[in-house]
């Protein structure tokens, strides 16, 4: 397979990431003049003589020029070397877990890890012979005292899913490199407009691009960002032979979303940072969990490794479990759903959906956290919503 090359002049160039966002990998079409992507909607190329390939494409797995577009786009706003798309972030999960492990490796993640991944390495990986550990990531000598010889990766997420941990990427990244490992960063929760890992040290990057940058709720899709070149040569032969690629539609919505992330992550941190104060503040509230309070823990690392403290918010019910299903279910603004990331406000009990997987293992999570997914809609109307739902 041939990997097309069409860098755009804009990677790696000191243009601002809104510039970025907009342009990266995004020049108007060279026959038309559409500014737009197009949706390349085809399976395969025609070829000028066996082998002959047209600027690189043969087939819309191995390569499509909208996905390319955004692959472009993705590695431009990270900062690294190669993006790539996928049909979930769960399948940029596993191709990048297969290519950087083998059976008999071993892995730490966050030990409050998002459900899924849990799931996929506890359920699936582990039956390949991946063995794991959960970590308190943010605790370096936890960290140090799990490593063994044949750690090969530490995955990381901050914040982490669902209780807003934030992790010292770049001193985990000492940590790992020192112990011969890889660092892989989930970025989702945070979008690369807040937080760019391969900066501060980590090897790749993981989104879930149906989340902030799709930003709308009507994408599914996943992403791997790496700035080793040779990671990025295994990551590309990888996505290809395994196939779980983005369809070129999916690749145009997300790229659609990106094209507004900076602006919508400004509304959606502060709309959490309004709704956060008015949660510490509320008397049926035992604990809020956000990196932009200064209670918060981590608070002085967000801050200095974080553009803006995010949209994501957790928070448990002094009522306990009854009192956060309840409440739950009593929102108007906040739609009783998985996911986050759109547009809209969400609302979910973890422990029942989205962290069921975890359920009676040492990542299950508090029977009375609730997690919000904080959109842009007026910040009054939030505030109200959550006040009737908590009277």
């Known amino acids: 397979m041939q990997t097309p090359d069409h860098s755009s002049d804009l990677a790696g160039s000191p243009a601002g990431f809104n510039t970025l966002a907009i342009h990266a990998g995004q020049e108007p079409d060279a026959r ?5 992507v197009p949706i390349y909607a085809t399976s395969t190329y025609k070829q000028d003589g066996v082998g002959g390939l047209r600027s690189g494409y043969e087939y819309s797995r191995s390569a499509n ?11 431009a706003l990270e900062g690294g070397v190669r993006g790539l798309a996928f049909a979930s972030g769960l399948a940029a999960e596993d191709t990048v877990l297969r290519t950087m492990c083998a059976p008999g490796d071993h892995l730490l993640l966050p030990d409050d890890a998002y ?18 550990t959960p970590v308190a990531l943010h605790d370096p000598a936890a960290v140090a005292a799990a490593m063994r010889p044949n750690t090969t990766v530490v995955w990381v997420e901050t914040p982490t899913n669902p209780l807003l941990n934030v992790v010292d990427i770049a001193a ?4 790992a490199h020192a112990g011969s490992a890889k660092l892989v960063v989930d970025n989702t929760f945070a979008s690369p407009y807040l937080q760019q890992p391969l900066a501060l040290g980590a090897d790749v990057v993981i989104h879930s691009t149906t989340k902030y940058l799709g930003g709308h709720s009507d994408v599914v899709g996943g992403a791997a960002i790496t700035s080793d070149a040779g ?8 996505q290809n032979a395994m196939g779980a690629v983005s369809g070129p539609f999916d690749a145009w919505l997300v790229l659609r979303g990106i094209k507004t992330l900076g602006v919508r992550m400004d509304r959606h941190c502060e709309n959490a940072e309004r709704v956060a104060e008015f949660l510490t ?5 035992a604990q809020v969990y956000y990196p932009g309070l200064p209670s918060h823990p981590q608070h002085e690392l967000a801050a200095k490794q974080m553009r803006r403290f995010g949209g994501m918010i957790s928070f448990r019910l002094a009522g306990g479990e009854e009192a956060a299903l309840k409440f739950s279910g009593l929102t108007s603004l906040f739609t009783l759903a998985e996911s986050l990331g759109g547009v809209e406000s969400l609302v979910e009990h973890p422990g029942r959906m989205t962290h069921a997987s975890v359920a009676g293992s040492p990542l299950e999570v508090p029977a009375d956290l609730v997690r919000l997914s904080v959109g842009i809609e007026n910040i009054e109307d939030l505030l109200a919503d959550l006040a009737a739902a908590l009277a």
């Open 281 to 285: 503040e509320h008397p049926a509230v």
């Open 65 to 75: 020029p909208t996905r390319t577009a955004l692959e472009e786009c993705l590695a």
């Open 32 to 36: 038309t003049g559409a500014v737009t």
């Open 115 to 132: 459900g899924g991944t849990y799931r996929l390495i506890a359920r699936v990986l582990s039956r390949w012979g991946l063995e794991y």
């Open 172 to 175: 985990l990244a000492e940590l």
């Open 231 to 238: 990671l990025a040569e295994q990551f590309t032969f990888h």
